[in-house]
């Protein structure tokens, strides 16, 4: 289980975070929800460990993560497939060849496999960035902002399954989106920001 407890964050005079409290269990994807600038992505930095709160704790009882942030994190002078092995070496995930082309098989983009990041449109760098979802199921806890940015309807449909079979095999979600989609499932729950 994860536990947030009272979490409030404060930058100078303005208060984003306000006695943000949730236990969230394992085949459960929660979705924050807010305007920008409400506090989704400082919570989520903050369930990540990258932000401290200023108040509060956030227990994840040993429970390893994946945090994916707003920017794809994808270097253009080398290739997705590279980009791609690259990140999972560093994080310690599965990074054979064929684990990969089949992680960017999922994604709709394999074909691509060999093209440098730098010819790619904001859709692709996205689906490149999020192949990395396929080689973490092992990973209890996914941290997601904002997703499904820049996905056309099929990129959508394709990391809405990867998350469905994340939960399916006892995994935990929680999500920023501005796409309603992303939310829509029986095992799911909202925190609301304003």
């Known amino acids: 289980m994860l536990q947030i407890e009272h979490i409030n964050k404060q930058f100078a005079t303005r208060i984003l975070l306000r006695d943000a409290t949730a236990h969230l ?8 929800v807010g305007p920008n600038g409400s506090g989704k992505t400082t919570l989520l930095r903050t369930l990540a460990g990258l932000t401290r709160p200023t108040a509060g704790e956030v227990h994840r009882n040993g429970m390893g993560f ?3 942030g707003h920017s794809a994190g ?5 290739t997705i497939a590279e980009n791609l092995m ?4 560093l994080s310690g995930l599965d990074f054979r060849e064929e684990k990969i082309k089949e992680s960017l098989e999922q994604l709709g983009i394999a074909r691509l496999a060999d093209l440098p990041a730098r010819y790619l449109s904001q859709g ?28 056309d309807g099929a990129g959508i449909a394709q990391v809405g399954a990867l998350c469905d079979r994340h939960l399916a095999g006892g995994g935990l979600l929680v ?11 029986a095992a799911a729950q909202e925190l609301v920001f304003s």
């Open 124 to 151: 692709q760098r996205r689906r490149a960035a999020l192949a990395r979802l396929a080689l973490s199921a092992s990973i209890p806890l996914w941290l997601l902002d904002e997703p499904f940015a820049a996905l």
């Open 25 to 32: 269990r394992p085949e459960t994807r929660t979705g924050l």
């Open 86 to 89: 690259f990140s999972a070496r």
């Open 66 to 68: 994946l945090f994916m």
């Open 74 to 78: 994808i270097k253009d002078e080398l």
């Open 175 to 185: 999500l920023t989106s501005h796409q309603d989609v992303a939310i829509a499932s």
